[in-house]
């Protein structure tokens, strides 16, 4: 009798019911560490290296026990079965750029206002819990949430990891810090977001501290920031043992990030920084090893791709997951989406959108990967998907696109030792997709299956996995 025969009959009620009770959509809770075995599928580990195939994955409580394949991992006899035949397991994906306070709609302009008039802080934390959870039902396990009110980023964080909601995991920035009066600093997005103002280094600092101390993860450094606002926030920041994020355009900008010692450039070569950067800046970051996330597909190929096929705005998906109150406000705000101010430069962003996503893929710098995810059309339910398929069509190898929304993505979060990969002492986040993303990276839109901390929160697990009088005789 083969061990997954023997598993399916030895599957046990207990952890039959936990697994079902966790796909009902009722809060998972704490539970006795369970074991649990996705079995048969191919396996993508997030190294670069040939993926294994007809797989298996054992997990215990939150954490990855073994992984090879199935021929050769031994799995428990009181293992939970999940048959993955004939797709394909990989990590879970990480999201390095995403923002829950949006998803997807229009204009900040009408959107904050909104939320403050339909309820305010209590409309704000269901708009955030909605994105969270439209995240990890997309396969993105954790989320780099980049500018948002320090509170709620806080507590949606902390309620997500004590389970009390469903949501990918949260790593927070809070507010964003950026320089009083420079260029996209202020108006409806600067409070949307909860933009702290600047007018000084020491005053950087001082925020930077704040944060911290509140308990952030990270730091965003946003518009207008001079060398020195950017050695401020970074001391601030390494003194607390926390990474900083800027969010840098122009050749300037970057180099000052650069030089700063920003950990992560974040939109670098999107969104019209024409023309791509000259060879000495990309020669420096690629010297220095410092990631750089070009948050390409959002506006440049979002436009162009809704252009084509404007009923994606319409998704079922979004109707589900919004209800009916947001969703129809976002429906008005893209009634006609063509002429929203997000989009104004579009047409000269999507001129040079491929040279400045190539220039870094040819120049072999550290890519991670992040999509701005809920600005206008980019929807947390294939933000990440979108993007990754950008790299790919710009000569990214499918292998390295998801080594990089993964293991890299990691790495660039400070969670290498714990995320990004399926190897024995890993945290347990994993996707099971329906077809394989070496052959056509879309399928990463066909997440079937998602496990986070080894739970399962998405899958037909219940169709799966048989109580022990089900599969007697057989
Ligand atoms: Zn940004
Ligand atoms: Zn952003």
Known sequence: MSSIRRCRILVSASAVACVVACLSGA????????????VGGMLITGYEVPPIHHAAVVIEGPRIVAAGPASEVKVPADATLIDTSGRVMLPGLIE?????????????????????????????????????????????????????????????????????????????????????????????????????????????????ERLAAAGVDHIKAHSGLTLDDYKAIVDAAHARRIKVYAHVYAEQDVRHALEAGVDVLQHVGSAGTAPPYSKELITDIVNAGRPVVVTAAHRAWVY?????????????????????????????????????????????????????????????????????SGTPMNFHSEALW?????????????????????????????????????????????????????????????????????????????????????????
């Open 27 to 38: 809060a998972p809770r704490a539970q006795a560490p369970g074991r649990l075995a996705l």
């Open 96 to 208: 390095t750029h995403g923002h829950l306070v949006v998803l997807g709609h229009g204009s900040y302009e009408t959107w904050f206002p909104w939320i403050a008039s339909h309820g305010g802080d209590a409309m704000l934390t269901r708009v955030m819990e909605i994105s969270a959870k439209q995240l990890l039902m997309a396969g993105v396990t954790t989320t780099i949430d980049l500018g948002a009110p320090l509170a709620q980023s806080l507590s949606i964080r902390d309620r997500i990891n004590r389970g009390e909601i469903v949501g990918s995991r949260m790593l927070v920035s809070g507010p964003w810090i950026a320089r009083l009066g420079a260029a996209g600093a202020g108006g409806a997005m600067q409070v949307g977001f909860g933009g702290l103002n600047i007018s000084t280094s020491a005053e950087a600092a001082r925020e930077t």
């Open 304 to 372: 162009p791709d809704t252009a084509e096929f404007p009923e994606r705005l319409q998704d079922p998906e979004l109707k589900k997951a919004f209800g009916a109150d947001i969703y129809a406000e976002v429906q008005r705000s893209l009634a006609s989406w063509w002429t929203l101010g997000y989009f104004q430069r579009t047409d000269r962003e999507m001129l040079y959108r491929e040279r400045g996503v190539k220039q870094f893929i040819e120049s072999g710098a550290v890519m991670g990967m992040g999509t701005d």
């Open 386 to 474: 979108r993007e990754i398929k950008v790299h790919v069509d710009m000569g990214m190898t499918p292998m390295r696109a998801i080594a990089a929304a993964t293991r890299v993505n990691a790495q660039i979060i400070g969670k290498g030792r714990e995320l990004g990969s399926i190897e024995p002492g890993k945290i347990a986040d994993l996707i099971v997709v329906n077809g394989n993303p070496l052959f056509d990276i879309t399928a990463l839109s066909h997440v079937d299956l998602v496990v986070k901390d080894g739970l399962v929160y998405k899958g037909a697990v219940a169709a799966a996995v048989r109580p022990p009088t089900a599969s007697r005789g057989k």
